[in-house]
């Protein structure tokens, strides 16, 4: 089981629905049906992605809270964090809903995920001093 489906699992628990963008490169008209479910729909509210795969050209302003599971995996530092900016960067836009846009992170402490995490934050501070 993928951490994406236990999220959601725990999110249904609680009453709160989710719906998930699939991860397939093939999957098109299904990620466009979930997109509109989740803008347009009263009862959508949570929407699962993974930020590796759908990232790119993914329109997200009817966020208002994005929350990152656990840090990026990538095949560089810079192409994680790259992918973590452009993920938000989709919730952030001209056109967005309303309000502020919360981001939350989840990092479990004296795991590798801490590791990764100060890593990415320290690529951050030295990319912004540059």
């Known amino acids: ?3 994406r ?3 959601a699992e725990v999110l249904r628990t609680h009453g709160l629905p989710a719906t998930q963008l ?3 490169k093939n999957a098109g008209r299904e990620m466009a049906t979930a997109m509109k479910s989740f803008c347009t729909s009263p009862e959508a509210f949570v929407l699962l992605l993974s930020v590796d795969h759908v990232a ?3 329109n997200l302003t009817a966020a208002s809270h994005v929350v990152l599971v656990h840090p990026l995996n990538a095949e560089s530092l810079s192409s994680a964090v790259a992918y973590e900016k ?8 001209v056109g967005q809903a309303e309000g502020k846009i919360h981001v939350w ?3 479990t402490r ?4 801490e590791e990764m995490h100060k890593l990415h934050i320290s ?5 912004a001093g540059a």
Request: glycine share 4%.
């Open 105 to 107: 992170r989840f990092v």
């Open 123 to 127: 690529h951050c501070s030295a990319a």
């Open 22 to 24: 699939p991860t397939s």
């Open 110 to 113: 004296q795991t590798i995920e």
């Open 5 to 7: 489906m236990k999220v």
């Open 56 to 58: 790119l050209g993914t």
């Open 86 to 93: 452009q993920a938000l960067a989709r919730v952030r836009r």
């Open 1 to 3: 089981m993928t951490r």
